[in-house]
């Protein structure tokens, strides 16, 4: 079964500190994705890769920057956490037009 | 743009009533498109999809969910629930060639009371 595991479930940061968010997936798959969820607005779509190295924005990339430096992995950096990034992040994996593996997600407050 | 609608923030059902989940889309085509459910604390996990053939798609769970291209709509049905539905469903559409790029409904909370 795939396992896609982000590393914090509970993360709590001040404003403008460095935050990282790691996700690894164990199934090999090709791309990746960072979603926000906030109540009411469903997930948005932040940031995702096809390939190691590769990024491409989504719908909501502001303030947000990813890295993918190996397939397995892939993290969400928020260069100057501010307040209006509090929020439930949830990575997800795919293997080509599959449907998308979620996390359970890291419940991040900034403060 | 693609965008969904899911009309319903909150849903109160019974345990042993049926369920319908409503979700409505736009899309220049036809589109794929998902029934995800998140239980408490946890990530999603795919209830359902359709990307052609048969507009009834079966799921997990015992759920079901019909597309109806005149409607747009994509809505998620099951006979009877169980206290273990109660969670959060969100309907998703995606492009043929964007797979991975779901735009999300908002999401419908269900309650189930004994």
């Known amino acids: 079964d795939v396992k896609v595991t982000q590393s914090s479930r509970y993360l709590v940061k001040r404003t403008g500190e460095k935050v990282f968010l790691e996700c690894v997936q164990d199934?090999?798959?090709?791309?990746m994705f960072w979603y926000r969820q906030d109540p009411g607005l469903g997930l948005r779509l932040i940031y995702f890769?096809?390939?190691?190295?590769?990024?491409e924005k989504g719908d909501i990339p502001e303030g947000y920057s990813v890295s993918r430096e190996k397939k397995e992995r892939f993290s969400l950096i928020l260069e100057s956490a501010s307040t209006n990034q509090t929020s439930m992040y949830l990575c997800a994996s795919q293997r080509y037009n599959s449907p998308l593996h979620f996390g359970n997600g890291t419940r991040l407050t900034v403060t | 743009a693609q965008s969904v609608t899911q009309p319903d923030i909150h849903i109160t059902v019974s345990e042993g009533a049926s369920l319908e989940l409503r979700c409505n889309y736009s899309?220049?085509?036809?589109?794929?498109l998902f029934w995800y459910v998140q239980s408490p604390g946890q990530g999603l996990q795919l209830l359902l999809k359709y990307f052609s053939g048969d507009t009834l798609v079966q799921g997990i769970k015992g759920f079901e969910a019909e597309f109806k291209r005149s409607q747009s709509s994509f809505n998620l049905r099951k006979p009877s629930v169980h206290w273990s539905d109660a969670a959060e469903y969100f309907c998703?559409?995606?492009?043929?060639?964007?797979?991975?790029?779901?735009?999300f409904g908002a999401g419908t909370q269900v309650v189930v009371t004994p």
């Open positions: 998703a559409v995606a492009g043929v060639d964007s797979w991975g790029k779901l735009q």
């Open positions: 199934m090999d798959h090709e791309n």
């Open positions: 899309y220049g085509a036809t589109p794929y």
């Open positions: 890769s096809y390939d190691v190295k590769m990024k």
